[in-house]
């Protein structure tokens, strides 16, 4: 490797899709850096659902696993911070085998540099300002019934809107309990074929702004609205805005797309988690707004898989225009030795007379 570079790739985030495409690029004999900032979007959450094999394990536990699992194919865990990042390209003149890369700053003023960059930075949930709901996050309050459902199953769900799919929510939690109610949150009416929907499927709906989430110690207890009127209820649904927001994204001038649904803003990437920068790549919640751990952990291997595809491209393309340009020096002077020993380039070495030469 060049010694400009420090890393064959950087990651940017160390969940799930991060680790998994370490684990994948360590396999295939790559150097690899992994920054984690530590803080975890799913961290408050009592277990990991949904991957098989791993059903009920601590998200906390099953990324310790997985940084062991780095470790064991020599990739490095850095606990830190990436603020930025900026594209570093050869002068002209330089004899480079890779031609371009990156240098990412951490938070702490250190750079690093790769070849290449991967970004799983997952999400920001954006959730509604009302007290006691961000201190239920993940326990009492939850947003995906395949994540959570089974934990909330046959106790009375509240579900309080907070964007267009509100109506789609309360349907889906239908599937887990019969006593449902949609706090329409003044976030908006739902429309006349909503309303045949819910009504059809004994849904409540509650007209009035949410002023309190309720809980004690096992959980989330009621809401009150700002009418003073409550409402006791066993868990509270609330669909976040999810939004892939990250410095080290902004200074590279990345695209992001709106989600169909209006759920929030991911990274634009292609089917493989290339984005609109050559050499950087994003997996995980970045890219896919919806995605469980499971998912997230298949987009970091499959863009591992991606990335070394793409440096595998580089070398060999380096390689073909070395030998068509020639012997590079070194080569070239090792095989001089091994087949011509002390005469190069038309040169002789002048040896010490003998006995016989000096009679004649």
């Known amino acids: 490797m060049d010694k400009q570079f420090q890393y064959d790739v950087v990651i940017i985030g160390g969940g799930a899709a991060g680790l998994s495409a370490a684990v994948t690029l360590g396999r295939a004999l790559r150097s690899v850096l992994v920054i984690d900032a530590g803080q975890p979007r799913n961290a408050p959450a009592a277990g990991v659902h949904g991957f098989l094999s791993r059903d009920g394990m601590s998200p906390l536990e099953l990324l310790s696993i997985g940084r062991e699992e780095v470790s064991t194919y020599?990739?490095?865990?850095?606990?830190?911070?990436a603020v930025s990042a900026r594209a570093l390209h050869s002068q002209a003149g330089e004899l480079q085998p890779w031609k371009s890369g990156f240098e990412v700053l951490l938070e702490d003023g250190g750079p690093v540099t790769a070849r290449r960059l991967l970004l799983?930075?997952?999400?920001v949930d954006e959730l509604p300002d009302i007290p006691g709901l961000r201190e239920q996050w993940g326990h009492g309050v939850v947003h995906c019934p395949y994540c959570h459902g089974w934990e909330v199953r046959n106790r009375p769900i509240g579900v309080l809107a907070s964007g267009p799919m509100a109506t789609h929510q309360a349907l889906l939690f239908r599937q887990w309990s019969a006593d449902v109610t949609l706090f329409l949150?003044?976030?908006g009416t739902p429309t006349e074929e909503e309303?045949?929907?819910?009504a059809a499927r004994s849904i409540r709906?509650?007209?009035?702004a949410v002023r309190e989430v309720q809980a004690d110690a096992e959980g989330v207890t009621g809401v009150v609205l700002e009418s003073g009127r409550a409402f006791a209820l066993g868990a509270l649904v609330v669909g976040p805005r999810l939004t892939a927001r990250s410095p080290v994204a902004t200074s590279l001038g990345l695209l992001t797309k709106e989600h169909l649904l209006g759920m929030g803003a991911s990274l634009e990437t292609d089917a493989r988690g290339a984005t609109a920068v050559k050499g950087v790549w994003a997996a995980g919640n970045a890219t896919d707004l919806v995605a469980q751990v499971i998912s997230s952990a298949a987009g970091g291997v499959a863009s591992g898989a991606a990335i070394n595809a793409d440096l595998i491209d580089e070398e060999t393309t380096a390689a073909v225009e070395a030998r068509k340009n020639g012997f590079p020096a070194a080569t070239e002077a090792r095989i001089s030795e091994l087949i011509l020993g002390n005469k190069r380039h038309g040169l002789e070495t002048v040896l010490t007379p003998t006995l016989e030469h000096h009679a004649s």
Not at 74 to 81: A, E, P, R
Not at 205 to 208: H, L, W
């Open 74 to 81: 020599g990739g490095v865990i850095l606990q830190g911070t």
């Open 205 to 208: 709906v509650v007209e009035g």
């Open 120 to 123: 799983t930075t997952g999400l």
């Open 185 to 187: 949150n003044d976030a």
């Open 195 to 198: 309303w045949e929907k819910l």
